[in-house]
């Protein structure tokens, strides 16, 4: 039996913007294949962003790193923002301790992570 | 009665940080960790890993990391050996803003140490010969 979840990314869009939901673990195994896909959608021209974490069991240091370097490409364009939605208990413990619930804002879904944004 | 504990030795690689958290979820699954401090292990479990790989400058395959993690009366314990460069996690605890300056973020394994204090209750370094030893304690309150 294989208790691993395999990280996953899928991407829906809601007008211009996407939607990234990531499921699985995002730590030091899975960061670089979130990293890739999320800066591919940055250097697409999508700078609107919400990353749903409904589905993620927990996340490291890499993970928030995925976030960090995303959040620093993403800035190069003036209307350019990440926002983050669903975390479970463990995930925002994570994102207190690092501070990153101040460097991101945090929504309790993806509806009232779009308000604000047309 | 037996106290469980998970023991493995493995290549010390990138790749293999999966393979030491798989076989750490399994062992938490089999021993009913509560669900809060099971995953508090795989997180602190990856970022030592991660630390002792990046930094301790051994992403070598014919190097080898042993890696324990057993439950006591009073706690958690995992014990990770390997023969990378002395590094001592606590040297490196200190706060670092990097709120303030996101380049302060690279600096050797700042944030993952910085989740790594918040989560145990104790942590015990040494070097002898060529060789790191580090034990980690991690307290949990009932659920």
């Known amino acids: 039996m ?8 899928t991407i829906t869009n809601v007008d211009l913007i996407k939607i990234v939901h990531i499921s699985g673990e995002l730590n030091a195994a899975t960061s670089s294949e ?7 959608l940055i250097m697409g021209g999508n700078h609107k962003l919400i990353i749903d974490l409904d589905k ?6 890499a993970g928030l790193r995925v ?38 804002k945090c929504f309790e879904d993806s509806t009232a992570a779009q308000e604000g944004w047309s | 009665m037996k106290t469980p504990s998970l023991n493995i030795q493995f290549q010390s690689n990138i790749e ?16 009913s960790v509560p669900d809060l401090e099971h995953k508090k292990l795989l997180i602190l479990t990856d970022e030592i890993l991660s630390n002792i790989i990046k930094y301790g ?33 606590a040297n490196y605890l200190e706060q670092i803003n990097y709120k303030e ?33 580090l034990r980690l304690k ?6």
């Open chain 2, 138 to 143: 991690i307290k949990f309150i009932n659920q």
């Open chain 1, 56 to 61: 993620l069991r927990y996340i490291s240091s």
């Open chain 1, 34 to 40: 979130a990293e890739t896909k999320i800066n591919q």
């Open chain 2, 57 to 89: 400058k051994l992403n070598d395959d014919s190097q080898f990391i042993s890696f324990s993690c057993k439950k006591t009366d009073e706690d958690w314990q995992l014990e990770f050996e390997d023969r990378g460069i002395h590094f001592d996690p």
């Open chain 2, 16 to 31: 293999n940080i999966q393979y030491a958290l798989n076989s750490l979820d399994e062992f938490c699954y089999k021993n």
């Open chain 2, 101 to 133: 300056d996101p380049d302060e973020i690279k600096k050797v394994g700042g944030l993952g140490l910085k989740i790594v204090n918040n989560f145990l209750h104790s942590m015990d370094y040494h070097r002898r010969g060529e060789k790191n030893y």
């Open chain 1, 67 to 104: 976030f960090l370097i995303a959040n620093k490409l993403n800035k190069k364009n003036p209307s350019g923002e990440i926002r983050i939605c669903k975390l479970n208990d463990i995930v925002k413990e994570v994102f207190e301790i690092s501070g990153f619930n101040l460097i991101f």
């Open chain 1, 2 to 9: 294989s208790y691993f979840q395999q990280m996953e990314i």
